[in-house]
Structure formats: C-alpha cells, structure tokens
C-alpha cells in the first residue's frame, strides 16, 4: 500500500491528478506523516460521514478546542461540528431556526443588493482582484446582515475568519500566531459588544432567535451561542468565498460556460452544483474511529484518524463518468461538498444561494473575465480556494436580471 502525505498532496496546485494515482492502490490509503487513514472513494467517503457510531467527531473536535475537551465531550465548549449523538442533535435543532429556507430566501434582495455595488466597481475599474475585493466582501456581509450587526465589521469579519482558519487548520508561523492571538482578542470583544443588548433585539435578529427563552430548553446558553457565532463567522464566510473564487476559476477557463449561464440563468443553480463536485471549498473532512472496524477490507483500529477526501471523492470515476471533465448537466450520485450525514452543512442553502446571485450577475454583466496575474490560494490543504484572483474585465450591455424562478438542488 502506498504511503502518502496528505498535506503535501492537498497543497498541490491541482491535487486531484495525485488523487487519482492514489487512488491505484485502492480507495483507502495510509498517511504515515499525520498518522491517519485516507479515503478517497465516495461511496465509502458516504459511508464513513454517515455513521457517526463508527465514525465520530472527536478529531475534528481537538482541532478546535484540543483533545481534554474533546474527549470530555463538554457540550457547552465544543462547537456542533466536534458533537455527535444527543449533544449535537440538540444544538442542530436550535441553530436550524436560523436557516429555513424561508429566512434564507429572505436575504436574497440583500444578496443582490450588496452585490451590485461591488460588480459596479470593478467593471468601471476593468477588473482588480476580484477575490478580495468581491467574494470575501459578499459573505461577511451576509453574515453580518443575518446575525444583525453593523457594516463597519465587514472587513474585520473577513481578517478574523482567515486568521482563525489558519490557526485551527493550518501551520503558522511564530507571526501568524501573534496575529492569530490578536484577532481572537478582537473577535471576542466583538462578540461582547454585541451580545451585551441580545434581549433588546427583535425576533429576526439570530441573536435573539437563539436565545429566547420562550423555547424552553431548546435555546443556547451565552457560551452555545458564543461558540456557535464563532463557528458562523469562520465558516459561514470563508467557505463560501472560496466556491466563488473556485467558481471563477472555471469561467475564466470555460468561456462557454459564461457563455451558457448568459444564454439561460436559470441553468445557474445546476453550474453551482457542480463547481461544489468539481473544485470542493472544503477538501477534507475528519473523524476518528470509535471501536475497531475496516473500510473496503483495510483494519481501522479505535482512535484513529480517517481523514475523508471530499476532492477525491467526487472525482472518482466509479460515482462520476469522466469525473475531470467540468459539466453541470452531468448524472450521477449527490457530490460531497456539503457533507453528507447528520454534519450535513447547515447553511447550504445560505451558501447556494449566493453562489447563484453572484454567477447570475456576473454573467449578465461581465462579457470578458481574464486572470492577469499569480493565483494564490488557501495556506491549509483542508480547504481549496483562491486568496488572489487577479482579473481583468469587460462589461456588455444588458437588462437588469429577473429572480430566477429555479430553486437550487437540496436543501438547508
């Protein structure tokens, strides 16, 4: 069985070829450097996400918060994605009050009207770095819009977001960590700032949602919510920002795609699909074995790490017909770029329906987009996605969108 560097691979420009090689050797493959178990095929990928029995969240829960509280299984200091079982169900049904389809369909006129700014910018401009100057910018302000707090944090939401991923997932410097260090100071006195006056809030403001006490028991406690709010921030935006650069990517690489979503926005929901099967934000997904066990016949012992590959999962030729070739109007199983299982991203339709405004009027606006300059992406191989997107673009004439009338596939 063939050893392999998952990091390395992960950090590659264009990993998913070495998956592939990888993948030779079976679809479960041992990385001897982080001391973990590797799996790149997706039926087994499904498998391993959706038997929290067997497969649990400790791991991802001592990259968060170190491995005593992980292993204590404190509740009240683990975020919902380090929890399974009772702990986790609990929490879920709390925070989904903030992403029903209905309050997410209600941030849609926001979407757009945030976004109009920014597109107008950069065609008057003839482009710039459309990653930091757009899709950074969009889902921090999202997120600030549902949560409720003031335009001001925009930028500081985007510099917190990318310190802590670095932090919690990456491999910092001596000076990243003192950055790192500073913007959790900022953050948490941000958090203080807004939580001091929760109660006075109206019932569309997720603070207040979250905490009422007119639920009973089905409300966070302050540290939930702190928790929760820290968790929304990093990977509510981040995330998102990185399917939008990925997004780009393919356009600026397959102008008959921009070329197709032009011809029929309404064919925007399935582009969006499939940039989340082909081009993953989130490459890698975590978990520990319970009790001894086997995957495709390979012995799992208890406790160790099996590290899912969600990029490798949805290339894999035996889920996907030519699994390299970009088509949104191709069949096959559900992609993982959500998850799968009961750790199912929760603001899938958030994210969604971002990714599609935003395509949706880049499309009718843009004529031309063009990458002028280096692409750097994301330091940690657990998530994909630019940083810089330099890009050079032309505009053409058009008449404002209409709503599209096509909801995206799947749900929150």
Same mark, same amino acid.
């Given at each position: 069985?063939?050893?392999?560097?998952?990091?390395?691979?992960?950090?590659?420009?264009?990993?998913?070829?070495?998956?592939?090689?990888?993948?030779?050797?079976?679809?479960?493959?041992?990385?001897?450097?982080?001391?973990?178990?590797?799996?790149?095929?997706?039926?087994?990928?499904?498998?391993?996400?959706?038997?929290?029995?067997?497969?649990?969240?400790?791991?991802?829960?001592?990259?968060?918060?170190?491995?005593?509280?992980?292993?204590?299984?404190?509740?009240?200091?683990?975020?919902?994605?380090?929890?399974?079982?009772?702990?986790?169900?609990?929490?879920?049904?709390?925070?989904?009050?903030?992403?029903?389809?209905?309050?997410?369909?209600?941030?849609?006129?926001?979407?757009?009207?945030?976004?109009?700014?920014?597109?107008?910018?950069?065609?008057?401009?003839?482009?710039?770095?459309?990653?930091?100057?757009?899709?950074?910018?969009?889902?921090?302000?999202?997120?600030?819009?549902?949560?409720?707090?003031?335009?001001?944090?925009?930028?500081?939401?985007?510099?917190?977001?990318?310190?802590?991923?670095?932090?919690?997932?990456?491999?910092?410097?001596?000076?990243?960590?003192?950055?790192?260090?500073?913007?959790?100071?900022?953050?948490?006195?941000?958090?203080?700032?807004?939580?001091?006056?929760?109660?006075?809030?109206?019932?569309?403001?997720?603070?207040?949602?979250?905490?009422?006490?007119?639920?009973?028991?089905?409300?966070? *406690?302050?540290? &939930? =919510?702190?928790?929760?709010?820290? #968790?929304?921030?990093?990977? /509510?935006?981040? $995330?998102? %920002?990185?399917?939008?650069?990925?997004?780009?990517?393919?356009?600026?690489?397959?102008?008959?795609?921009?070329?197709?979503?032009?011809?029929?926005?309404?064919?925007?929901?399935?582009?969006?699909?499939?940039?989340?099967?082909?081009?993953?934000?989130?490459?890698?997904?975590?978990?520990?074995?319970?009790?001894?066990?086997?995957?495709?016949?390979?012995?799992?012992?208890?406790?160790?790490?099996?590290?899912?590959?969600?990029?490798?999962?949805?290339?894999?030729?035996?889920?996907?017909?030519?699994?390299?070739?970009?088509?949104?109007?191709?069949?096959?199983?559900?992609?993982?770029?959500?998850?799968?299982?009961?750790?199912?991203?929760?603001?899938?339709?958030?994210?969604?329906?971002?990714?599609?405004? *935003?395509?949706? &009027? =880049?499309?009718?606006?843009?004529? #031309?987009?063009?990458?002028? /300059?280096?692409? $750097?992406? %994301?330091?940690?191989?657990?998530?994909?996605?630019?940083?810089?997107?330099?890009?050079?673009?032309?505009?053409?004439?058009?008449?404002?969108?209409?709503?599209?009338?096509?909801?995206?596939?799947?749900?929150?």
């Amino acid at each position: 069985m063939a050893a392999v560097d998952l990091h390395r691979v992960g950090a590659e420009p264009d990993p998913y070829r070495r998956y592939e090689e990888l993948r030779e050797n079976g679809p479960v493959v041992w990385d001897p450097v982080h001391d973990e178990w590797v799996v790149l095929g997706h039926s087994l990928a499904r498998r391993v996400l959706a038997d929290p029995a067997t497969f649990d969240s400790r791991a991802v829960a001592a990259r968060i918060v170190g491995d005593a509280a992980a292993h204590d299984g404190v509740s009240s200091v683990v975020p919902i994605i380090g929890l399974d079982g009772p702990d986790h169900a609990r929490l879920r049904r709390i925070v989904s009050r903030a992403f029903t389809p209905r309050r997410v369909g209600e941030l849609r006129g926001f979407v757009e009207a945030a976004l109009d700014p920014m597109l107008t910018r950069l065609l008057d401009a003839g482009g710039g770095d459309i990653q930091r100057d757009v899709f950074d910018r969009l889902p921090a302000m999202v997120i600030a819009q549902l949560i409720g707090v003031g335009e001001g944090d925009h930028d500081s939401l985007v510099r917190w977001a990318r310190a802590m991923v670095l932090g919690v997932f990456g491999d910092p410097t001596e000076a990243d960590q003192r950055e790192i260090d500073a913007a959790l100071v900022e953050m948490t006195a941000w958090m203080d700032r807004n939580l001091v006056d929760r109660e006075l809030r109206g019932a569309s403001d997720v603070f207040s949602l979250l905490t009422r006490a007119e639920y009973g028991d089905e409300h966070l *406690t302050e540290v &939930e =919510l702190r928790v929760f709010l820290f #968790t929304l921030l990093v990977a /509510g935006s981040f $995330t998102t %920002s990185y399917l939008l650069g990925n997004g780009l990517l393919v356009l600026a690489a397959h102008a008959d795609q921009l070329a197709g979503l032009r011809a029929c926005p309404d064919s925007t929901a399935a582009f969006v699909e499939e940039v989340l099967r082909y081009d993953s934000p989130a490459q890698v997904v975590q978990r520990s074995a319970v009790n001894d066990t086997e995957l495709a016949g390979v012995p799992i012992a208890a406790d160790a790490t099996v590290s899912v590959i969600v990029g490798a999962a949805n290339r894999d030729p035996d889920a996907f017909a030519d699994p390299h070739r970009f088509d949104p109007d191709r069949d096959g199983p559900p992609h993982l770029g959500f998850g799968h299982g009961p750790h199912f991203c929760l603001g899938a339709g958030l994210a969604r329906l971002e990714a599609e405004v *935003t395509f949706r &009027e =880049l499309a009718a606006r843009i004529g #031309t987009i063009d990458l002028v /300059g280096p692409v $750097t992406r %994301s330091p940690t191989p657990m998530f994909r996605g630019p940083t810089s997107l330099p890009v050079a673009v032309s505009g053409q004439a058009t008449t404002p969108l209409q709503p599209s009338v096509r909801r995206a596939r799947g749900g929150t």
